[in-house]
Every structure is written in C-alpha cells, then in structure tokens.
Nanobody
Framework: QVQLVESGGGLVQAGGSLRLSCAAS????????MGWYRQTPGKQRELVAT???????KYVDFVKGRFTISRDNPKNTVYLQMNSLKPDDTAVYYC?????????????WGQGTQVTVSS
C-alpha cells in the first residue's frame, strides 16, 4: 500500500507565500510523474502543476511565474512553493503520484491540505 501525506497548508494574506509538501511512503519501487491539483466547493479538481522524475515541470497559466514545483526523489517528496498568493488560490490542494509498487504505475492521491488566502 502507498500513502501520500500533504502538509504546509494554512491561512495567509494576499501577496504572501506558502510551501506545500507531499511525502509518499509504503511499498514503492519507483515514482514517475508527480503533481499538484486543487479543488474548491462545487467545482472539479483542476491541475496546478506536474513534474517528471527527471525534473521537467509544467504549469497551468494561472500559476505561471508564481508557483514552483520541485521534487526530492530519494525522499519520494514533491513540493509546491506558492508566492504572490491571491484570494482565488483558496482551495484544497491535493498531490498525486504515479507509483510502481510492483504491478505497474498506479496513481495515488493525498488527503488534501487547505490553503486559504485572505484579501
């Protein structure tokens, strides 16, 4: 079994910064792509950023230049540095990882961490 545990969410004023972390644990042979998504009430979960095992990253337009995704492969951890936060960034943030536990790559989700940006 594989678990993803996020941390780092909280309440911040507009213009502030937060750094989210997501650590994978359990039976892990290899982790391929990792990513961050977010969801607000009544809306579908949306992609924020992804990063390959080799470090190539992609971002959605509304976070480009403000958010940075990174990962530490030996620690099976992915990070999301969020700067210049806006009230519209308020959401539950989820990490996702494609993990091979011996049966091919399967996508796993964390439990989510709340980010609230006040105006």
């Amino acid at each position: 079994q594989v678990q993803l545990v996020e941390s780092g969410g909280g309440l911040v004023q507009a213009g502030g910064s937060l750094r989210l972390s997501c650590a994978a644990s359990g039976r892990i042979f290899s982790i391929n792509d990792m990513g961050w998504y977010r969801q607000t009430p009544g809306k579908q979960r949306e992609l924020v950023a992804t990063i390959t095992r080799g470090g190539s990253s992609k971002y959605v337009d509304f976070v480009k230049g403000r958010f940075t995704i990174s990962r530490d492969n030996p620690k099976n951890t992915v990070y999301l540095q969020m700067n210049s936060l806006k009230p519209d960034d308020t959401a539950v943030y989820y990490c996702n990882a494609k993990v091979d536990s011996g049966m091919g790559y399967i996508g796993y989700w964390g439990q989510g961490t709340q980010v609230t940006v006040s105006s």
